[in-house]
Nanobody, 118 residues
């Protein structure tokens, strides 16, 4: 059974930091590109960051460049999103996504809420 389980969300003040984790199981993790998406109320889901299957390449949305860092530990089947200098506009549900290297198979986690507020 495929599972992507996100954790680490919560309430944080502007300027603070959070680290999200996504634990994967039920598929060959090293054959999948991993991404973090987010969806704020009333908005479409948007791509935040992506990391290739072996972790050699990362890409970020312009809105988070220099503040967020995606990484993965293939020994633990886990992908992380380190978020720093958080802003109220970062408030959203953050989702973990896995897509195979052929782009044919995709899995989603259930999401974790991040709220940035004073």
């Amino acid at each position: 059974q495929v599972q992507l389980v996100e954790s680490g969300g919560g309430l944080v003040q502007p300027g603070g930091s959070l680290r999200l984790s996504c634990a994967a199981s039920g598929f060959t993790f090293t054959r999948y590109r991993m991404s973090w998406y987010r969806q704020a109320p009333g908005k479409e889901r948007e791509l935040v960051a992506v990391i290739t299957s072996l972790g050699s390449i990362t890409n970020y949305a312009d809105s988070v460049k220099g503040r967020f860092a995606i990484s993965r530990d293939n020994a633990k089947n886990t992908v992380y999103l380190q978020m720093s200098s958080l802003k109220p506009e970062d408030t959203a549900v953050y989702y973990c996504n896995a897509i195979d290297n052929n782009g044919l198979v995709s899995y989603w986690g259930q999401g974790t809420q991040v709220t940035v507020s004073a």
